[in-house]
């Protein structure tokens, strides 16, 4: 960086903040100096593999009551508004980034990250955090795409700033706050401020939520959440879509194939790319058995967050939750063998996996899905929960989100279902939904959840074509159409109506129930859905 360039930068910001001449400005500081200043933070150390663990507070997880969009004239038309984007006047905008203002001035030292959003440079967008910790730094450094040492020194205004003030309390008494956290984005003043939590995946989630505007937008490029692969053989492109617990991270980790990203992605014209620099994973009863990759992965460079460890040896116990079951991991996505660097390929999406973990039993372990269901089931983005174990709950409980990732978008999700559907017709990639769940009967009823391998199995028949050119039949009431043979897989687990336990008449019975929710859920999205996707839900 050089010294010109960077007076430039240093100096822009302190006049937006009107910082004392004598605050240091750290600008994309090297990874060791972060960890130097981050271990002067309360319960910050450096565990035995070398990851720097930090606490995020009170707040381990995301506030997504909390997360407010500016109502302002450039984008209020757009945004579908609603408990997903809360509406927030600029008079409350003005008050909650003064207040961010006023306490990142108080510091003598503030980081400063500039970096991409997004790998490939026809689209990215340049981001700017100003943040008052050094783990918020590390994190950031890794999330985001980094510049190389020339684009650094030629980066100039960013395009969306977040100004994250997250150990300073939001005034709960101004207008339209309900708690002292507010996470605040105005697409107009192209910035984003954080108050009340320390959580750093609203850093990462709030960007996520700025692509879902503004590559559709600015671009007509589909955001999308999901993880995305590639074949080492064929350079075959496969997308998958799936809530916590589906199998998304797990399925897109294949030996045969190249991990494009594991979250976040865009749909241009040219292809796919990885909006992220790196991963953020859940790292609950992790293991090097389990899932090595992201075990290894979390060495020096990487932030463990709200992990328990020993004292004396540093050693993390991953089982231990007594913090959070949020712990998290954060780091860059090189450091998985397996990454196709840089995280793009010009080569459009074959398959679409949609993931659903049914622990109704309900749904076939896989289905080849029309365009018209791929809108209808991404809109509805279904999985279920397994039973609580409270007195009174009895049966699995389905969830519904929008596009499988209903908190972070922006416009009506009939959009983004839109744009998938046009680029799946125009570029012929094969749709399907597979159930990672349970099959036989119900988790409540005893059913057994479906094996990896074989849901492993019916992901190598996608992607070998076996399964484009299978023979189907057709599942009553939702019309999917379930291949009657799958190689390495039991027929017999391939329909479920043939496989019930309890015989048909009473799977029926329950595919009418799942049904009816499915029809319910659905209600909330007619007013913007067309009649083909009206018309591609379940019939009863």
Known sequence: ?????????????????????????????????????????????????????????????????????IKEDVSKDNIWWGPVNIPCSEKTWNITKERAADYLRTKELLYVVDAYAGWDPRYRIKVRVVCARAYHALFMTNMLV??????????????????????????????????????????????????????????????????????????????????????????????????????????????????????????????????????????????????????????????????VYDKETRVVDYNDTSITENTRGCYPIDYIPRAHIPCMIDTHPSNIILLTCDAFGILPPVSKLTPEQVMYNFITGFTSIQPSTEVGVSEPIPTFSACYGQPFLTLHPTKYASMLAEKISHHKANAWLINTGWTGASYADGGKRCPLKYTRAILDAIHDGSLANAEYETLPIFNFNIPKEVKNVPSSLLNPLKSWGKGEADYMNELKKLANKFTENFKKYEDAATPEILAAGPKI
């Open 146 to 307: 980094k510049p190389t040492k020339e684009e650094l020194e030629n980066f100039g205004d960013p395009d969306f700033t977040i100004w994250n003030a997250g150990q300073f309390p939001a005034n709960k008494n101004t207008e339209g706050m309900t708690s002292k956290t507010t996470v605040e984005i105005n697409f107009k003043a192209k910035e984003m401020v954080i108050c009340g939590t320390e959580y750093a995946g609203e850093m990462k989630k709030g960007i996520f939520s700025v692509m879902f505007y503004m590559m559709p937008i600015n671009y007509d490029v589909l955001t999308l959440h999901s993880s995305c692969n590639v074949g080492v053989k064929n350079n075959d492109v496969t997308l998958f879509f799936g809530l916590s617990g589906t199998g998304k991270t797990t399925l897109s980790a294949d030996p045969h194939r190249l991990l494009i990203g594991d979250d976040e992605h865009c749909w241009s014209d040219h292809g796919v790319f990885c909006i992220e620099g790196g991963c953020y994973a859940k790292v609950v009863a992790l293991s090097a058995e389990k899932e090595p990759e992201i075990f290894d992965a979390l060495k020096y460079g990487s932030v463990l967050e709200n992990v």
């Open 1 to 69: 960086m050089t010294p010109n360039n960077n007076h430039k930068v240093e100096q822009h910001i302190r006049e937006q903040l009107e910082l004392f001449q004598d605050t240091i400005l750290r600008r994309n500081a090297p990874v060791a100096v972060l960890y130097e200043d981050a271990l002067k933070e309360k319960g910050s150390a450096i565990t035995s593999s070398g990851a720097l663990v930090a606490l995020s507070g009170d707040k381990t997880g995301r506030s997504p009551r909390d997360k407010r969009v």
